[in-house]
Structures are given as structure tokens and as C-alpha cells.
């Protein structure tokens, strides 16, 4: 079989490769904003719902919280947290990670310097045992 290699097939050729890298490349870029955008709605949900618990929550803790007080809140907020499989820890001020249950999670530095500076709530994102 004779391989045609005129101009017109080279052109067809090459048209057809740049638009299905370019099909290749729009479904890629599509699929990692859609992922970014459930995924950024679905942490600020869940922020959302902390937020008002803790708001619920936070009139009843007494103004210097003792550890069994941080206790208290932090197993009220893992168990209003329902299906999220929340795992909360309190401190307060530079005091240890307290939380209901099993071990407090190692928090990353650079939140904990942020904290200790903030004003308002502050959220980020970690591994813990390869799951976030």
C-alpha cells in the first residue's frame, strides 16, 4: 500500500494532531478548575457549619478554659459534625491541643504562628496519615 505524502495529507495531518492536543489539554484544565471549585465550596460548607457551631458553643466556655473545658467543646463539635467525620482540637492561648478523643493532630507550624497573631479564624488544609 503507497502512503500518500503530499501537501494537502501532511496538512490534514497536522490539523487533526494540534486539535486533539488542544481537545487533550481544555479537557485537563477543565477538569482541574472544576475540582478545585467542589472543592473549595465544599471546605467553605464545612467551615461554615464549624463556624457556627463554635458560635453556638463559645458563650458557655468560661473566659480562661480549663482543659476539661476544651474537652467538652471539642467533643460537641465532633459530634455535631455528623457525616464530616470531624476531628477538632482547642487550645487556648499557648496552651496544648486538646481534643475529645484518641491523640491531637500535629499542626503544621505555620498555622500555629498565624494563630497565634490572628484575630479571626483561620482555616487551612493538611495531610494527617496521607488523608486530608
Do not use: C, N, Y
Not at 31 to 44: D, K, M, P, T, Y
Request: glycine share 6%; proline share 7%; hydrophobic share 45%.
Amino acid at each position: 500500500m503507497k502512503v500518500p505524502r503530499g501537501l494537502r495529507t501532511r496538512l490534514v495531518v497536522g490539523f487533526v494532531l494540534v486539535t486533539a492536543l488542544g481537545a487533550l489539554t481544555t479537557a485537563a484544565l477543565t477538569f482541574h478548575q472544576a475540582r478545585s471549585a467542589i472543592l473549595e465550596r465544599v471546605q467553605s460548607g464545612a467551615v461554615h457549619d464549624l463556624r457556627t457551631q463554635i458560635d453556638s458553643l463559645a458563650p458557655d466556655l468560661p473566659s480562661d478554659p480549663a482543659p476539661a473545658d476544651l474537652r467538652a467543646l471539642t467533643l460537641q463539635l465532633d459530634r455535631a459534625g455528623g457525616s464530616r467525620d470531624w476531628r477538632t482540637a482547642a487550645s487556648f492561648q499557648d496552651g496544648p491541643l486538646v481534643v475529645a478523643a484518641s491523640t491531637a493532630p500535629a499542626l503544621p507550624s505555620q498555622l500555629k504562628s498565624a494563630a497565634a497573631a490572628a484575630t479571626t479564624s483561620l482555616v487551612q488544609r493538611f495531610q494527617r496519615d496521607g488523608r486530608p
